[in-house]
């Protein structure tokens, strides 16, 4: 069983900045196949930021150029840098595989809310 627990979010002005975590745990040697979805409130979850094994990171038109999605020095541990953050992109944050591949059980999530 592999457990996703994603952390790092906050209440922050329009503008700002913050850097999301995922840390995995259980059965599994690091992260590799995965992505950061987010879910606004009564909206659909959408992946926002890709990481695939041998190809370059894949982000929504809705935060290209914005965030980065990046690999820790620990195997097990993936980020997510947002920058000059909108309104429109408070959600809930979550990890998990990219939909084509065995997806994990989905972690708790970690609230972003940016105020204008």
């Known amino acids: 069983q592999v457990q996703l627990v994603e952390s790092g979010g906050d209440l922050v002005q329009a503008g700002g900045s913050l850097k999301l975590s995922c840390t995995a745990s259980?059965?599994?040697?690091?992260?590799?196949?995965m992505a950061w979805y987010r879910q606004a409130h009564g909206s659909v979850r959408e992946l926002v930021a890709a990481?695939?094994?041998?190809?370059?990171?894949n982000y929504a038109d809705s935060v290209k150029g914005r965030f980065t999605i990046s690999r820790d020095r620990v195997p097990t541990i993936m980020h997510l840098q947002m920058t000059n953050l909108k309104s429109e992109d408070t959600a809930v944050y979550f990890c998990?595989?990219?939909?084509?591949?065995?997806?994990?059980?989905w972690g708790p999530g970690t609230q972003v809310t940016v105020t204008s």
């Open positions: 998990n595989a990219l939909p084509r591949y065995t997806g994990y059980p």
């Open positions: 259980g059965k599994i040697e690091g992260i590799i196949n």
């Open positions: 990481l695939e094994e041998g190809t370059p990171s």
